[in-house]
């Protein structure tokens, strides 16, 4: 699959939290480590890449549990995220921006303690797919908040916090820009790389814990960057009766 050509196709964000968002995640005299590539230089497809974002800026740790074909599982340890609540819209890039820009004020210091916090990756799109092709999807858009923010995150008008305790989640990666044509594709992909694997009933239970998510996007890099891209979608894993949802 190739990357969109056009900015039209660019998801997310709008000219002036671009140029702010870049600043956040590009530092002068930082050495990245370029992920590998499966599939070529633009799109690809598979598991195992480390987001070189998360070299530059703050990003949840995990523990990878198993890696199989196409795919990794993990295990997320305590964490917090802000959340909006859930946006209706036919179009995952157009809920992710108006997701964003709200989570981005907040950040900026729209809170109820006018306190800036720092950029940090991924941000996290929790989708519910609606029953056809022009019925609007929900959508739960999150920013990861700081270890440092995390004992008293700010809270804000129309965000909640979740916090997680033990998460298992399926992940597979791939690159280029995430677009309303591509993310069901790679979805699907990765419920197709599980099938037969000793995780499939953990997913088909990870759904019926939390039916209002099916599965997670993230992203993980400005979208001025156009090479080293790493997105990834997260399905919910039901281990041994410790729901992963998230």
């Known amino acids: ?41 633009g799109s690809w497809h ?4 480390y987001p070189p974002t998360c070299e530059r800026i703050e990003c949840p740790g995990f ?11 993990r295990r997320y340890n305590s964490t917090t995220w802000m959340s909006t609540a859930a946006v209706e819209d036919i179009s995952l890039v157009a809920a992710t921006r108006a997701g964003f820009l709200q989570l981005f004020d907040y950040i900026q210091g729209k809170n109820e303690y006018s306190e800036k916090i720092e950029m940090t990756a991924p941000v996290i799109t929790q ?5 056809g092709p022009i019925c609007a999807s929900s959508f ?18 129309g965000l909640h916090l979740q916090r997680w305790g033990s998460k298992y989640v399926a992940v597979c990666q791939f690159g280029g820009f995430v ?9 699907a992909s990765l419920y197709a790389s599980l099938e037969g694997s000793k995780w499939s009933s953990a997913v088909d239970k990870g759904r019926s814990a939390d039916p209002t998510s099916a599965y997670t996007v993230a992203q993980y890099n400005s979208p001025f960057e156009f090479s080293g891209r790493v997105n990834e979608i997260w399905m919910s894993l039901d281990v041994e009766g410790d729901s992963a949802s998230i």
């Open 63 to 73: 523990e990878v549990v198993e890696t199989g074909n196409g795919y990794e599982v």
């Open 127 to 131: 989708v519910s797919p609606s029953d």
């Open 46 to 49: 598979g598991a195992g890449a």
């Open 179 to 187: 677009s309303d044509s591509n993310i069901g594709e790679e979805a």
């Open 140 to 157: 739960v858009v999150s920013f990861y908040v700081p270890k440092k923010n995390q004992a008293r995150p700010p809270p804000a008008e």
């Open 1 to 41: 699959m190739a990357a969109p050509a056009t900015s039209a196709a660019l998801p997310l964000y709008l000219a002036m939290p671009l140029l702010l968002l870049l600043l956040m995640l590009v530092q002068p005299g930082v050495s990245v480590r370029q992920p590998p590539r499966p599939r070529g230089e």
